[in-house]
């Protein structure tokens, strides 16, 4: 297994301000993900991570509004870009394994709320 | 599109009552099929996966899952629930465009378990 550390919790911020979220891991992994879900929904996928390259984003989400660093195997971080209340969400770290690649772990996520 | 479906926004189960949360999905090719779960002010934790093989799949915390390909069904199901099983459970699919060790998963919408004593 993989334990994830994210910070913050949770967070309460003004519209238009910037919030970055970090995700330590306690080993090295492959992969690394960043999720949001939204309040009654389901997990989307924003971005993977990419070490010393930039992230690959899915569609809907860009980099100017969520950008990714990912500088080591074990640490990477999201920020969220001048925010809007529309950005409440609970944003989630993820991280797979080469040797398990079917298998993701999730940190405990950080509960964003925009005001 | 490969897509997961979970119909039941939320299960009521007695505690000791067997429970099932059903998913259902739509994929080209063959399908990797996973449950997760999620506890309150948690992360979501990975009970078990369909890759290939036996189609009753056993995982974490008692749950199995059975998978049926003629149904297009991956149901959650324990013989006995629990009052600490009460959590939101995801049915996620692997999307197979995705390939070298990519692994974007496409989560249902999620069902609430709730198990009452």
């Known amino acids: 297994s993989a334990v994830i550390s994210q910070k913050p919790s949770r967070d309460i911020c003004q519209r238009g301000t910037s919030l970055t979220i970090q995700c330590q891991v306690d080993s090295q992994v492959t992969m690394m993900f960043w999720y949001r879900q939204q309040p009654g929904q389901s997990l989307t996928l924003i971005a993977t991570a990419n070490q010393g390259s930039e992230a690959t984003y899915e569609s809907g989400f860009v980099i100017d509004k969520f950008p990714i660093s990912r500088p080591n195997l074990t640490f990477s971080t999201l920020t969220v870009s001048n925010m809007s209340p529309e950005d409440s969400s609970i944003y989630l770290c993820?991280?797979?394994?080469?040797?398990?690649?079917?298998?993701?772990?999730f940190g405990s996520g950080t509960q964003l709320s925009v005001l | 599109a490969q897509s997961v479906a979970q119909p039941e926004d939320q299960v009521n189960v007695a505690e000791g009552n067997p429970l099932t949360v059903k998913c259902t999905y739509s994929v080209s090719g063959n399908p990797y099929l996973f449950w997760y779960v999620q506890y309150p002010n948690r992360g979501l934790q990975f009970l078990l996966k369909?890759?290939?093989?036996?189609?009753l799949v056993k995982g974490s915390y008692g749950f199995e899952a059975e998978f049926n390909k003629s149904q297009t069904s991956f149901h959650l199901k324990k013989p006995s629930a629990l009052v600490s099983d009460s959590a939101l459970y995801f049915c996620?699919?692997?999307?197979?465009?995705?390939?070298?060790?990519?692994?974007?998963?496409?989560f249902g919408a999620g069902t609430r378990l709730a198990v009452h004593p």
């Open positions: 996620a699919v692997r999307d197979p465009q995705r390939s070298g060790g990519y692994n974007k998963l496409i």
């Open positions: 993820s991280v797979g394994r080469m040797g398990d690649r079917e298998k993701l772990f």
């Open positions: 369909y890759i290939t093989g036996d189609n």
